[in-house]
């Protein structure tokens, strides 16, 4: 399965969740249509390109359970998240407030930060899960007991696979108890498609939000927002354009004509790749089982513990083991841990993510369908000798 990708030589990826990686076959389609365009431009903008458009949502709309006419396929979830909070603020009054939690990502973080600010008088509560977490009980009365406590939050922003822990989130149960409570709730799921399955019309977020990049196998630049009907007459495109005052959400969040829209258009064939190597059944099965053989095994050869969640709360491709003791080890700041991240690299061609957590540095190893035992055995043994230097 290696051979699908093109990783350079003796280069060892268990950080697939930062990136993703583009198979080969979808490379070829998309540089097909790059050659498509170019062969005549004005062509493939004026007559060609609404056809694929349209073929590629609707493709996307069934792998993640969306009727078409609710989805909208964006450049990333950062985009698609400040399309709707800076949609949604000229709805709110000063005093209101935001309600996530400290695993949020930090992109997400710095938005709900610009947007409350002074003038706005908005604010933003953010809650701090257990550790560790021992049940779906425990996050779903943490979030309950905050919404009764204060009436003034009106909207819930959460991840549904949080990046920096792996945590699944119990969507299932959160959202009906918002909504039960009159509030919105913002769905942060750029780690969830082609990681989970997903029916975001039975979900019912009032909106979610997934990058296709990461674990779709899509080019770079492309992820989904799911928009509930009743939303949809105020959810504003960041960039004005010429369709602006369309009453159909596909016209005014699409066509701004010199946009690259070849890797969003990617999506359908990242989705063929996906059926044609065994389904997305086939690859949880595979990954899940390799990450948990993995993790434990880290964890018992460094001497120390896996993240510790309940079963139901595991993303199924992402995990975090905490690194063993070292004296010679400091990584007090962002940076140090970016220096450290860099110097694995560096030093043995590995991609891992480390982390810092409740006091505790941790490794968050990604499994994919390129990825093999020796690859875990390679991580082991390297953060071992540089721990020792």
Not at 6 to 31: D, I, S, T, Y
Not at 151 to 158: A, D, E, F, L, N
Request: proline residues 6%; neutral net charge; aromatic residues 10%.
């Amino acid at each position: 399965m290696l051979a699908e990708f093109c990783f350079r030589e003796k280069l060892v990826n268990c950080n697939h969740g930062a990136w993703g990686a583009v198979p080969r076959r979808v490379m070829k389609e998309q540089q097909r249509l790059n050659e498509q365009r170019e062969q005549d431009p004005e062509a493939f903008y004026r007559y060609v390109i609404d056809d694929i458009f349209d073929d590629t949502i609707r493709t996307v709309a069934t792998f993640v359970g969306a009727k078409p006419e609710n989805l909208l396929l964006l450049e990333s979830a950062t985009v698609a998240m400040n399309t709707v909070l800076k949609s949604i603020t000229p709805k709110l009054s000063p005093g209101d407030k935001f309600l996530t939690d400290s695993h949020n990502f930090p992109a997400v973080r710095e938005t709900l930060q610009y947007i409350c600010n002074e003038e706005s008088g908005l604010e933003t509560i953010t809650l701090e899960p257990p550790f560790p977490i021992e049940s779906e009980d425990q996050i779903i009365k943490l979030f309950t007991d905050a919404l009764d406590a204060d009436k003034s939050i009106k909207v819930v922003v959460i991840d549904h696979i949080t990046s920096c822990s792996g945590i699944k989130f119990p969507l299932e149960r959160l959202i009906p108890e918002c909504h039960k409570r009159g509030r919105l709730i913002i769905i942060d799921g750029a780690h969830a498609p082609g990681q989970l399955h997903l029916n975001l019309e039975r979900l019912g977020a009032d909106y979610y939000i997934g990058n296709l990049h990461k674990w779709l196998f899509t080019p770079r630049g492309t992820a989904l927002l799911f928009t509930q009907p009743k939303h949809q007459s105020t959810l504003q495109p960041l960039v004005i354009s010429y369709y602006q005052r369309s009453p159909k959400l596909r016209d005014r969040f699409t066509l701004m004509v010199t946009r690259d829209y070849n890797p969003i258009m990617c999506a359908r064939f990242a989705i063929k790749f996906l059926n044609d190597i065994g389904g997305l059944d086939a690859i949880i099965e595979y990954n899940s089982t390799l990450l948990n053989w993995a993790a434990d095994m880290l964890a018992e050869a460094w001497g120390t513990r896996v993240f510790p969640l309940p079963p139901t709360m595991r993303a199924p491709m992402m995990r975090l083991v905490q690194l063993p003791p070292s004296d010679k080890l400091k990584l007090d700041t962002y940076e140090d841990v970016r220096q450290f991240n860099k110097k694995i690299f560096d030093t043995a061609t590995l991609h891992v993510f480390i982390a810092s957590l409740h006091g505790c540095l941790w490794v968050r190893i990604s499994s994919q369908v390129y990825n093999s035992k020796e690859d875990y055995y390679y991580v082991r043994d390297v953060i071992r000798q540089m721990l020792l230097e």
